[in-house]
């Protein structure tokens, strides 16, 4: 008897069944040959990143449907590109699946990744498919930039401002909500499925390249959250830090729902936001922040003592990188 | 007590650790950032192209040693682009393993890559690491071309010739070398290693592309088998092929050491030779033979009628794609 649609697995169709299936996902111009053919601005230089998300790792059924995986894989790769300043010409996308995987669930990962691609208006063009024990999504992502505008690490200087682009903790938040649903009972449905929305698509910020003054930027994202970036930075610059915890934009229901130890964790550490986090001249930093909006903010100011230091209203914390998420 | 170095695992080290390791395999300019900025020449285009080798699927320890996985999965990629006629820029390594795996074989596969590229002058300028239940390497390669000069699968036309750079069946004789030592015992030991070596450093031939004329160049790599990459120019470029077998290059030691089927079929279909199947006019395609050397040769013609024919002394058979490799 033939199977449902809806249970058909990777096995029941093949590789070239599959690839059938997968190849409406790619612009019809770039398949076809042993690799694809891209254009480049001329004077431009080109971006390469690349982010592998395994089953069970970075993902589980129980928090993240196939098309937010898609999503999130392909957002972690432009946000890459974004915190380097450049704007994304393609992903390609390497896949490993159990044969007992469902058909759907590939069919929604590539949705996932084309749904967030399509606003930069960006295709897969490459990829490879093969048999694997784990569900493992590999992409890499490329894309230009003018080498006098590309966003490195190492280049801010003391007295920078330090300016984030957007709320952090939100996605840590919805992560747990999903793991605990208990956990958001206090919450409105408006915040709750905000918290979500966060988590499971989050959205590359490569809204702000066309936002950003043509001073010196220092900056990268804060997929691993945002300690981390700011310790990242700091540290490749050979700088410290002030920052100051209430100026850090929070989602508004954190004040209300968590305890303070638990939004400060969920804020700093908490990851996954992909906001970026620059380091630039204050005047400079005052006007990208008007001109990004209320949730954008300069949180600090880079110093040239080491540490980074966290003031609070009544007390001050020096933040160190052990907390980081450890993938073994 | 201390672990011996040849012990110690993934899961001892931690992920930044790890990283500390693999660290000086990049060069020092490129790492550090969100991407990697390659420059890119003024009017050349760039190829992308991706692979990923799954453990027990690709390779396994009875058959490729590290060092031996990590040149494959390498020459894999810098074979599609030589395959699009593409000078390499630059590869992403995206690496997921079980914390139980010995750090000495993540750098031997790291030592394998970089001993793979260096020719190329060609470097790792990205990668990811996490923990997964299966080793997978997903490689990304880029490169770039003049849009002029990429080669296509497309464009080949009736009467070209058909053109292999080298042998085939090698390399599966020297995976089945591996496989059952027993085979090997009639060849000589040169001849032995020889298989053994086309099975696990092949070498991509981006040395051809300085060899290359000026004319319209229709072609691909052979890595899923010359039959294989012979049936999809054809189909792409809507034509079809008469080949003469005893033109197609072979190791030296098949006709003694192989009944005429077993031969046939490795040279057909054993695939991941890595050799470039190239259609051009037929006064080019001589001279580039000449240029080459002698394991180049012409081994048939395309024709308008679609069927690909291969005429043996005394006999023709019609190849057709259902031999070829599938992954699921």
Known sequence: M????????????????????????CPAAV?????????????????VTTDVLVDGVHFSDRTTPPFSVGWRAAAANLSDLAA????????????????????SWVEQLYQGITACLKP??????????????????????????????????????????????????AS???????LNP??????????????????????PRLDLLSHLPACRISGMDSSDGLADAILQLCRASGLGAELHYPSIPVPSCFKTWLSEAQALDWTLYGGEDFE???????EEGRSLVQS???????????????????ANDDSTTELTLNKGFQHF
Do not use: W
Not at 4 to 12: A, G
Not at 120 to 146: E, K, M, W
């Open 84 to 103: 380097m300043g450049a704007t994304p010409l393609g992903i390609t996308v390497g896949l490993s699946l159990p044969g007992a995987t469902q058909v």
């Open 172 to 178: 840590k938040a919805g992560l747990e909500i999903l």
């Open 31 to 47: 398949v076809g040959d042993d690799g694809a053919l891209v254009a480049v601005t001329a004077g431009q230089s080109v971006v």
């Open 182 to 203: 208990t956990l958001g009972q206090g919450l409105s449905e408006g915040d709750r499925q905000l918290l979500i929305q966060k988590h499971q698509r989050p959205k």
């Open 292 to 310: 990004l909006g209320e949730n954008a903010a300069i949180i600090g100011t880079t110093t040239r003592q080491m540490a980074v230091v966290l």
């Open 120 to 169: 930069y208006n960006t295709a897969i063009v490459g990829g490879d498919l093969c048999r694997s024990s784990a569900v493992t999504v590999a992409i890499a992502a490329f894309g230009q930039v003018l080498p006098s505008q590309a966003i490195r690490r190492h280049t801010a200087q003391p007295g920078d401002a330090i300016l984030v682009t957007g709320v952090h903790g």
């Open 276 to 282: 970026l986090v620059l380091c630039l001249p204050l």
């Open 2 to 25: 033939a199977k449902n649609q809806e249970e058909l697995t990777v096995q029941d169709l093949g590789e070239q069944g599959l690839l059938r299936r997968l190849l409406p996902f």
